[in-house]
């Protein structure tokens, strides 16, 4: 790691951590979402949309805590970067639990429950890995495994297509499913925004 003259502002750490474990909470009311019965969806949409507002908020700190620091730990294109990746995760996920409410989905198609399994184990390693923001080590095998993990959410995705296409439903139940799964993709390809901006901001200070 370079060695610094100058201090750092270190609160950024501490701000990516929160909005990192705010996700998890994200990724377990998707998990909750999946077991609940309709009649129970609502109360997880409100509580996903209140988590999504306490992402906002930690967004927004970040962002202030940049324009009034003189000093950062990182470059400043890159904290934006990751604090903004991190909030499309969030955004994400609350948008597919409020689809699935307003569209009043009764049934979920199969397969839609690895797509959330992948998106809850890239949650909990994305939460691990802020705290090591501030050395910069042992984070190779996040961005790594994120990144493979992406793979596995395309790759689950595109056979949720092929199950929603086969047939079985009818054109207007798949516009509604489908709107659904594809938000689903976009929290995986965002939680691999986050790993490649880790990766970046790790090779410029080594």
Known sequence: ?????????????????????????????????????????????????AAEHAGDDATHAIFHQLNSSFITPFDREDIYKLASSLDDIMDYMEEAVDLVVLYEIEDLPKGIEQQIEVLARAAELTAEAMPHLRTMENLTEYWIEVNRLENQADQIH?????????????????????????????????????????????????
């Open 1 to 49: 790691m370079r060695f610094r003259l100058t201090p750092r502002e270190t609160s950024f750490y501490d701000m990516f951590a929160a909005s990192a474990d705010n996700i998890v909470t994200g990724s377990k009311l998707l998990m909750e979402l999946l077991g609940a019965e309709s009649s129970a969806r609502a109360e997880i949409a409100e509580r996903m949309r």
């Open 158 to 206: 595109r056979k949720l297509l092929a199950y929603l296409f086969n047939g079985k439903y009818d054109a207007m139940d798949v516009m509604k499913l489908k709107q659904v799964v594809d938000v689903l993709e976009e929290a995986a390809d965002a939680f691999e925004h986050v790993a490649n901006t880790v990766e970046t901001i790790a090779v410029k200070e080594s």
